[in-house]
């Protein structure tokens, strides 16, 4: 079984191409009759939740397995995260965890989900956390507390032949060492994980512990998060270490503590952050901090990149505490078509009147850890006689330690930096109280050239810093730095995790007559559709539609109607209607003349029907986080 497994891991690594926000789920590929439907009720709790999984393997190994999650909170009655391993599924019976109510906080488990070597598996519209935690005193919460778990949803793959030693006489073995079974083929959709840190931590985001990420996967392949939302967690928003083949799509992250708002590291190869929003997270990070030497996944014998071919575009980046962007170890990487924004009331973050934050961009080198840097030297691997996960320290038999290949620095190269809005409405780069202030580009050990281009700067009406920031190298088309404000602007309301994101969308919106409209270049990362799935056209920044009611009333109906419209498409006009087409369920939404439409054979007998004006909608549309 498990030369089995790393076999078809490997033909998956050598012949699937690289994951988009666009592709048809595998869940979504099977016919309703198929399914085997098991049942799980609040009553079962967390347990419940776990058996089921074990049903679904163990009574129907070669089925499609459905298992439904009645709406209701689901206490933790494990005391410990909803463990299963070695799920290991086909594209003709996966395992779909999914809550028949899929609204937040509708469907919600009281523990952690953590899944070791299983493929096949997708997770949807469940909530793990607390909407809201209880008052704080200064040392403690009134009830509800915040939830306790390493990660909200945690999924990792194993280390193949952990046991067998690849010291050969001082000479490291890459044929052993560094070989992993990922986990394959997961999905995770319209998901919500919130409110995780210590009972005696005021929330995530200033928390000292850092020991828990919304999410968390290591050593997968072919991995999709889409439409799922993170917020106040201590650690990272989205840590990926290892990770080949991934779309990041379409996800809220706020407010994480010490960790990043996503990092993909350790080898990865192929990551795509596209059409996301960062509000309040340390960085978002294009490679990684540091990855242990135990934990990274080489796809091509390379062990010089903590990433390769990243691409993060369309994002939403909004008061990042230390920087917007960062490429750390980063090779062929591209940033294209975000919006990064400090708002009129950013405050970068400082100690004892030393500035430490609020850069637009960051370029470091990286390194591989070893045992003497506190990296661990474990592994989890596969013990057939025993049937099941064991842990092995030193892994492989080295672990950490030489000959391993630990402080190797792992270099930028090949970054490309294109069509970005950055915007300090307050003017907050080169403000500070020291010799260190906010600066459009630090570049501190990574000497690789950025390449720039059509990039639009604004610094609320001020010059651009000089003195103790990096030169920045921007290209004939940028505005550097702009002569007007491009965004609406204004205050944002993080009062909830709706209203702050339906304020941010209404803050990040281009002015009339912006400059960002008409400025764009051509270049082969661009997407063809901006953050909300409106055309892009040739303008710059994430968001390109000054009047953006239509689309986000059709991404509002896309999240609360699936059964209507039943996956993301993007816009476009037909026939005098901007509308979204929905083929499998023969629908059509859209707007014409500031109304919406609606047409379909079982949603309206064939007829275009009028559901009132836009602006009609717009108040329930943005109390949903539209």
């Known amino acids: 079984m498990r030369l089995l497994f790393a076999a078809l891991a490997l033909t998956l690594s050598a012949a699937s191409p690289a994951a988009t926000c666009t592709d048809t789920a595998f869940v979504d590929t099977i016919a309703e009759a198929a399914w085997v439907n098991l049942d799980v009720t609040p009553a079962q709790g967390t347990r419940g939740v776990r058996d089921a999984l074990r049903q679904a393997q163990s009574q129907h190994p070669t089925q499609p397995v459905r298992i439904r999650l009645a709406p209701g909170s689901y206490a933790d009655n494990l005391g410990s995260e909803i463990y299963a391993q070695r799920l290991l599924r086909s594209a003709s019976g996966p395992i779909w965890l999914v809550a028949t109510d899929p609204r937040p906080n509708?469907?919600?488990?009281?523990?952690?989900?953590?899944?070791?070597?299983?493929?096949?598996?997708?997770?949807?519209?469940?909530?793990?956390?607390?909407?809201?935690?209880?008052?704080?005193?200064?040392?403690?919460?009134?009830?509800?507390?915040?939830?306790?778990?390493?990660?909200?949803?945690h999924v990792a793959g194993a280390a193949k032949s952990g046991r067998t030693n690849a010291n050969q006489g001082g000479v490291l073995n890459t044929a052993v060492y560094g070989q992993f079974e990922p986990a394959h083929h997961i999905l995770v959709r319209r998901v919500t994980i919130q409110n995780l840190f210590g009972r005696d931590e005021r929330d995530g985001e200033t928390s000292e512990s850092q020991n828990m990420d919304g999410m968390k996967f290591n050593q997968v392949t072919d991995l999709w998060v889409l439409d799922s939302s993170v917020r106040q967690t201590t650690r990272h928003g989205i840590d990926n270490v290892g990770v080949h083949r991934a779309a990041f799509c379409r996800n809220f992250v706020a407010q994480s503590g010490g960790g990043l708002g996503i990092e993909a590291k350790g080898g990865s190869v192929d990551v795509l952050y596209e059409s996301n929003t960062f509000y309040r997270v340390r960085r978002v990070e294009l490679g990684g901090e540091d990855t242990d030497a135990t934990y990274y996944m080489s796809a091509d014998g390379r062990w010089d990149y903590e990433a390769l071919r990243t691409v993060a575009r369309n994002n939403l980046i909004v008061d990042p505490r230390e920087a917007a962007l960062e490429f750390s170890g980063c090779q062929d990487c591209v940033a294209v078509g975000n919006s990064i924004v400090f708002t009129a009331a950013y405050q970068a973050p400082s100690a004892g009147g030393e500035v430490f934050g609020g850069d637009a961009i960051r370029a470091h080198d990286s390194r591989?850890?070893?045992?003497?840097?506190?990296?661990?030297?474990?592994?989890?691997?596969?013990?057939?006689?025993a049937q099941d996960y064991v842990t092995v320290d030193p892994c492989w038999g080295v672990g950490a330690n030489a000959p391993a290949p630990i402080n190797r620095v792992l270099r930028n190269a090949n970054l490309t930096v294109v069509n970005n809005l950055f915007s300090a409405e307050g003017g907050s780069f080169g403000r500070g109280g020291g010799a260190v202030v906010p600066c459009p580009l630090n570049a501190n050990g990574g000497t690789a050239p950025i390449s720039f281009n059509a990039n639009y700067w604004w610094n609320g009406g001020q010059a651009l810093p000089l003195a103790a920031c990096s030169p920045l190298s921007e290209g004939p088309a940028s505005r550097f730095p702009g002569g007007s404000a491009p965004i609406v602007g204004g205050s944002v309301d993080a009062s909830s995790t709706a209203r702050l994101s339906a304020s941010l969308l209404d803050a990040l919106a281009p002015r009339a007559g912006s400059p960002l409209l008409g400025m764009a270049i051509a270049h082969p990362s661009q997407a063809a559709y901006d953050r909300l799935g409106a055309p892009r056209g040739n303008a710059v920044g994430a968001?390109?539609?000054?009047?953006?009611?239509?689309?986000?009333?059709?991404?509002?109906?896309?999240?609360?109607?699936?059964?209507?419209?039943?996956?993301?498409?993007?816009?476009?006009?037909?026939?005098?209607?901007?509308?979204?087409?929905?083929?499998?369920?023969?629908?059509?939404?859209?707007?014409?003349?500031?109304?919406?439409?609606?047409?379909?054979?079982?949603?309206?007998?064939?007829?275009?029907?009028?559901?009132?004006?836009?602006?009609?909608?717009?108040?329930?549309?943005?109390?949903?986080?539209?």
């Open 543 to 626: 968001l390109v539609n000054v009047d953006a009611r239509a689309d986000r009333v059709f991404s509002f109906a896309e999240r609360f109607y699936p059964q209507f419209f039943p996956a993301y498409v993007s816009s476009s006009v037909l026939s005098g209607y901007y509308v979204r087409h929905y083929p499998a369920a023969q629908n059509y939404i859209g707007a014409a003349n500031g109304r919406l439409y609606l047409l379909g054979p079982a949603l309206t007998g064939g007829q275009v029907l009028d559901y009132g004006a836009l602006d009609d909608w717009m108040a329930t549309v943005r109390a949903a986080g539209h």
């Open 368 to 385: 591989v850890l070893g045992a003497a840097d506190g990296a661990g030297s474990d592994c989890q691997t596969w013990d057939e006689s």
């Open 106 to 153: 509708a469907t919600v488990l009281n523990h952690g989900i953590n899944l070791l070597g299983v493929s096949y598996l997708a997770i949807e519209g469940l909530t793990i956390g607390p909407e809201t935690v209880g008052a704080w005193n200064g040392s403690a919460h009134a009830d509800p507390q915040p939830l306790q778990a390493a990660a909200g949803v």
